[in-house]
């Protein structure tokens, strides 16, 4: 499988798909444990394996591809805890999140400065 040649922009939006799948497929896993849904349990993999998929299409080093994912699966997850699963975000969770996208450029970016 080929992996693509893209632009900054096709590759914040291939993150925030890759991050969506992960974040779907965890939260269908975490559905299906607590109904006891088998069914929830292996859509949710197979969702998580599409991840995959789409995450390592970018033709970037992996530790600099997935150093700089870290931080839009993390702005994705709180925002899904948020708007999807109603949860109350602590100002220390988005003083964190803040950390983790500094952390992020700089795996991204550092090695260009």
């Known amino acids: 499988m080929r992996t693509l040649s893209v632009g900054p922009v096709v ?3 291939s993150f925030v798909v890759a991050a969506a ?3 779907g497929g965890d939260a269908l896993i975490r559905s299906g444990m607590r109904r006891e849904g088998i069914g929830l349990i292996v859509a949710g993999a197979v969702v998580l394996g ?10 970037i080093d992996f530790s600099r591809l997935l150093g700089a994912y870290v931080g839009i699966f ?3 997850s ?9 949860e109350s975000i602590p100002r220390t969770t988005w003083i ?15 090695g260009r400065i």
């Open 11 to 13: 590759a914040l939006v």
């Open 21 to 23: 799948l992960e974040v």
């Open 50 to 59: 599409c991840y995959g998929v789409v995450v390592n299409l970018l033709p």
């Open 74 to 76: 993390a702005v994705v």
């Open 78 to 86: 709180v925002l899904v805890g948020r708007l999807v699963f109603s």
């Open 96 to 110: 964190g999140l803040a950390v983790i996208l500094a952390g992020s450029a700089i795996i991204h970016w550092g």
